[in-house]
C-alpha cells in the first residue's frame, strides 16, 4: 500500500468484539481476528476509508487521537481483507472523431469516444477519421489538416 492510494472499505464488513478484547472481522474475503485495536476505533477508521480518501489522508484524519504510523501499519494489515485499494482512474486520451455512418456509430460507441460534438481538434492528441465510402481526396484532405495541426491521427475506411 502506498500513502497515495486511495482505500475503500469491504462494505459488507461486520465487526464484533470478543470478551477478551479481540475483533473479529468478517468481510468479503473471510474472517480476520485483530488485536490491540478496539471495534469501535475499527469502524471509525472504515468510516473513513470511503473510496474518497488517500492512506496518507486517513492518517492525518487521525493524528490527534491516534500514533499515524500504527495507523499505516493498521491500514497495511487490513488492505486486501477490509480494505481495497481503488484502482486509479485510468488518463483519457482526447480523440477528435471525424466519422461518418454506422460504423463510426458503433465504433465511437465501442471505444466510449465523443461522437456528437466531437472533441476540437486543437484539444485532440489524436485524431481518428471513420469513413465511408470516403473518397481519397477527403482523406488527404483531412490527413493535411491533421499533419498541420500536428495530431497523431488514425484512418478507417469501410466501403
Known sequence: ???????????????VSLPDGRVVARH????????????G?????LDLADGTRTAEDLCTALQDEYDPAA???????LTGDLLRVVP?????????LAASGAAARRL??????????????LDARL???VREEASYGELL???SLWLGAEVASLFVTAD
Open 41 to 45: 476505533d475499527l469502524q471509525r477508521l
Open 28 to 39: 468479503a474475503a473471510g474472517l480476520s481476528v485483530l488485536r490491540g485495536v478496539t471495534a
Open 71 to 77: 495507523v499505516r501499519g493498521l491500514l497495511e494489515h
Open 1 to 15: 500500500m502506498h500513502r497515495d492510494d486511495i482505500l475503500l472499505r469491504d462494505p459488507a464488513a461486520q465487526l
Open 141 to 143: 484532405e483531412l490527413q
Open 88 to 96: 486509479p482512474e485510468k488518463p483519457v486520451l482526447p480523440v477528435h
Open 108 to 121: 465511437a460507441a465501442g471505444l466510449g469516444l465523443a461522437f456528437d460534438p466531437p472533441v476540437p481538434l
Open 127 to 129: 485524431a481518428l477519421a
